[in-house]
Nanobody, 117 residues
Framework: QVQLVESGGGLVQPGGSLRLSCVAS?????????MAWYRQAPGKRRELVAT???????NYDDSVKGRFTISRDNAKNTVYLQMNSLKPEDTAVYYC??????????WGQGTQVTVSS
């Protein structure tokens, strides 16, 4: 069974940057999977932030386009999310998984991102 472990979150001021990492383990290699980052703010539903195919084609929600960059290192079984020009509305718990409709059943614990002055 796959295990997803997200890290890299924290408290940052508006305009700041963070780099999130998601490591997949459990006898599975994500190189052939399209992967995604999601986020869930308090009182809101989980939403899709960015996706990346196995070949590296990326797509972003309009709310983060131009500020966030998703990438992957298949050799490390890891997906990244570089977040720049952070805004208070980016505050949420961030998760990674496969793209919508194909998610692994087990989600990680997520990593908290708080953008506040």
């Amino acid at each position: 069974q796959v295990q997803l472990v997200e890290s890299g979150g924290g408290l940052v001021q508006p305009g700041g940057s963070l780099r999130l990492s998601c490591v997949a383990s459990g006898s599975i290699f994500i190189s052939g999977y399209s992967m995604a980052w999601y986020r869930q703010a308090p009182g809101k539903r989980r939403e899709l932030v960015a996706t990346i195919t196995g070949r590296g084609t990326t797509n972003y929600d309009d709310s983060v386009k131009g500020r966030f960059t998703i990438s992957r290192d298949n050799a490390k079984n890891t997906v990244y999310l570089q977040m720049n020009s952070l805004k208070p509305e980016d505050t949420a718990v961030y998760y990674c998984n496969r793209v919508p409709g194909l998610e692994f059943q087990s989600w990680g614990q997520g990593t908290q991102v708080t953008v506040s002055s």
